[in-house]
């Protein structure tokens, strides 16, 4: 979409920043008709061959896992990653893919973590998101208890939880519990909000992101991605040698 191209083009970079260097895409939602991402396969391998296009040699799909809303589970995860998977060797199209969740810190998540059977990646990496409208009031209780039992939490884009901009020591503490925090790169192109996008350059600024995601849903998701590519903050992160993404 041409207002993507628009916003924001006093300060672009002139040649777009090559993604290969991240290797891994660990935030996206690509299984077929379980969440609010591609609605069907063949939307999957449209986004997937987009992803593959910007350099992504690895992706670990997340779906959301959401109370009464997406009671999504092992159960059709797995077999929905297989699907994408036959396509892909059928389209000989060469990319990993795997699958975890994005976890909602609800009121059904403490059932679902004491049930012993979250989705996790890598070093028992766990994907966790908050709602856009409010901190869940035991969120503390609940990582404290992940962080016992091993789990290595990352906070899904902390720059689009508007409550906590006036408190930023809210952040601050999160990272002293050893949360790891997650940008959504398309965040630095505005497509959320111009505030999103401050917030979003300040965690950079401030070193405070681990990874890197594309938070993919759609294809004006993937325009957005690949216009992020001639932001400057995308380079100083990426600069910053902070990103893990390349290990997984």
């Given at each position: 979409?041409?207002?993507?191209?628009?916003?924001?083009?006093?300060?672009?970079?002139?040649?777009p920043?090559?993604?290969?260097?991240?290797k891994t895409?660990?935030?996206?939602?690509?299984?077929?008709g379980?969440?609010?991402?591609?609605?069907?396969?063949d939307?999957?391998?449209?986004?997937?061959?987009?992803?593959?296009?910007?350099g992504?040699?690895?992706?670990i799909?997340?779906?959301?896992?959401?109370?009464?809303?997406y009671?999504?589970?092992r159960?059709?995860i797995?077999?929905?990653l297989e699907?994408?998977?036959?396509e892909?060797?059928?389209?000989?199209?060469?990319?990993q893919?795997?699958?975890?969740?994005e976890?909602?810190?609800?009121?059904?998540?403490?059932a679902?973590?004491?049930?012993?059977?979250?989705?996790?990646?890598?070093?028992?990496?766990?994907?966790?998101?908050f709602?856009y409208?409010?901190?869940?009031?035991?969120?503390?209780?609940?990582?404290?208890?992940?962080?016992?039992?091993?789990?290595?939490?990352i906070?899904?884009?902390?720059?689009?939880?508007?409550?906590?901009?006036r408190?930023?020591?809210?952040?601050?503490?999160?990272?002293?519990?050893?949360?790891?925090?997650?940008?959504?790169?398309?965040?630095?192109?505005?497509?959320?909000?111009?505030?999103?996008?401050?917030?979003?350059e300040?965690?950079i600024?401030k070193?405070?992101?681990?990874?890197?995601?594309?938070d993919?849903?759609?294809?004006?998701?993937?325009?957005?991605?690949q216009?992020?590519?001639f932001?400057?903050?995308?380079?100083?992160?990426?600069?910053?040698?902070?990103?893990?993404?390349a290990?997984?």
């Open positions: 979409m041409q207002i993507f191209k628009n916003l924001f083009s006093s300060s672009k970079l002139t040649k920043i090559d993604l290969s260097v991240l895409d660990m935030h996206s939602h690509l299984i077929p379980i969440d609010d991402g591609a609605e069907s396969l939307k999957s391998i449209e986004l997937i061959t987009g992803l593959a296009q910007l992504y040699q690895k992706l799909t997340t779906p959301h896992i959401q109370g009464d809303f009671k999504n589970s159960q059709n797995l077999p929905g699907q994408i998977r036959r892909l060797k059928k389209q000989n199209i060469s990319i893919i795997d699958a975890a969740a976890y909602l810190i609800d009121d059904q998540f403490e679902k973590y004491k049930s012993g059977d979250l989705i996790t990646f890598g070093d028992k990496y766990l994907l966790v998101e709602s409208f409010n901190e869940h009031p035991n969120w503390k209780r609940f990582f404290f208890e992940l962080q016992i039992e091993g789990f290595n939490i906070l899904a884009h902390p720059e689009r939880y508007s409550y906590w901009y408190n930023f020591s809210k952040y601050e503490e999160l990272k002293d519990r050893g949360i790891l925090f997650q940008l959504n790169t398309i965040s630095l192109t505005g497509y959320y909000s111009i505030e999103v996008k401050k917030m979003a300040t965690f600024d070193e405070m992101i681990d990874f890197a995601g594309s993919l849903h759609n294809l004006i998701y993937l325009e957005a991605l216009n992020a590519r932001e400057h903050y995308l380079e100083k992160l990426i600069n910053s040698g902070k990103l893990l993404n290990k997984l």
